[in-house]
């Protein structure tokens, strides 16, 4: 894992393993305000918070290698230090597939950028 700041004014934790798509989001979402610690994968992002790393929304891939979506959320929601952090979904999985997830909205790749955008927005001014 590459060396993550811990930034009590962090809004987003995004854990996307691809590379295009993190360096992406993390320049779509700071050109709205938001201040974004990118991880690649659920391994990662657990380590990120228990390590005291705060965020006020999960942005969440699925299909990840090391450490997928689904065995993330069963951990963060194990946890009752981070498991009211809540979590948006975006990946190319069916929403079948995601309802078990409880997540506060499903996102299926390819996205609406924009509408990704004003959940996260939403969520982080809470």
Not at 31 to 55: M, N
Not at 84 to 112: G, R, Y
Request: glycine share 6%; hydrophobic share 50%.
């Amino acid at each position: 894992m590459h060396d993550v700041e811990h930034n009590d004014g962090t809004d987003v934790l995004l854990v996307e393993d691809d590379p295009a798509i993190r360096e992406m989001m993390v320049i779509l979402l700071g050109f709205e305000g938001l201040t974004v610690v990118p991880v690649e994968d659920g391994a990662d992002a657990l380590s990120y918070l228990k390590e005291g790393g705060r965020a006020k929304v999960v942005l969440l891939d699925l299909m990840m290698p090391r450490m997928d979506g689904w065995s993330f959320r069963r951990e963060q929601r194990a946890d009752p230090s981070i498991a009211e952090i809540p979590v948006i979904v975006v990946s190319a999985c069916p929403a079948a597939l995601t309802k078990e997830l409880n997540a506060v909205a499903t996102f299926q790749k390819p996205v609406d950028v924009g509408q990704v955008i004003d959940v996260v927005r939403h969520l982080a001014a809470a």
